[in-house]
């Protein structure tokens, strides 16, 4: 009788555990239709700040996780790993989570974080006409979410709050190999710009002429 008592504890300790240690997944999926609604509202936005992206979808930032300071995942696109985030501490009034990669392959051969990643949170609330407009920390009805992952041996993905549904978020893919050709920072002294850097930079003004103006636009606190 002790032996099988015995083999059944061993049996259960080496059972997968599920569940409570499962880590938060910081993005939540948008149902179709609303996604297809922001996508619609925010048209003009997506299409100037996806402009050398390679693909990108619309989500919603689960904040509570963030707050629960403790690790994470992050998956951008549901063709991919999740990318495991290691949770450092809260920042700024508890606005900004920063933690590292869990496959940093710096931290595999020194034992050391090189590469951090930062989340930034900013607080919004909501008027009587349904405007969503920046507030102080402790009077939020919601939080936009914002962060830039430069994922070690992958591409670089960039999460960021819709313009005019901050609620919301899009995150963008941008492959290594479709850097921008043109020098976005160039100070004087530095050589002129390559015909194909101007090329470049001429497609992009020409595809930035074409967008709506959207300055008086609504910032919607839901779009429901």
């Known amino acids: 009788m002790r032996s099988k008592s015995v083999a059944i504890v061993i049996l259960l300790l080496a059972a997968p555990i599920t569940g409570s240690q499962q880590l938060p997944e910081l993005l939540q999926e948008v149902e179709p239709g609303l996604s297809l609604a922001l996508q619609e509202y ?3 936005f997506l299409r ?3 402009y050398f992206a ?14 629960q300071e403790r690790d994470l995942t992050i998956t951008p696109f549901s063709d991919m790993q999740p990318i495991g985030l290691v949770f450092d501490r809260l920042e700024h009034y508890r606005t900004f989570w920063k933690g590292y990669y869990q496959n940093d392959p710096l931290f595999r051969a020194t034992g050391e ?31 936009s979410v914002s962060a830039t992952l430069d ?8 999460l960021e709050p819709l313009r005019f549904t901050p609620r919301y978020s899009v995150i963008y893919e941008m492959p290594r190999d479709t850097v921008t050709a043109f020098r976005i920072d160039a100070t004087p002294g530095d050589p002129p710009l390559s015909a194909e850097e101007q090329s470049v930079l001429n497609a992009l003004q020409k595809f930035m002429d074409g967008l709506p103006d959207e300055r008086d636009k609504k910032v919607l606190g839901d779009i429901r």
């Open 42 to 44: 925010n048209s003009a």
């Open 48 to 50: 100037e700040h996806g």
């Open 54 to 67: 390679s693909r990108y979808r619309i989500v919603k930032a689960d904040v509570d996780a963030l707050l």
């Open 113 to 143: 974080h090189h590469l951090r990643v930062g989340i930034s949170m900013s607080a919004w609330d909501v008027d009587d006409s349904g405007t969503a407009v920046l507030t102080a920390q402790d009077k939020g009805t919601f939080y």
């Open 151 to 158: 994922v070690p041996g992958d591409s670089k993905y960039i």
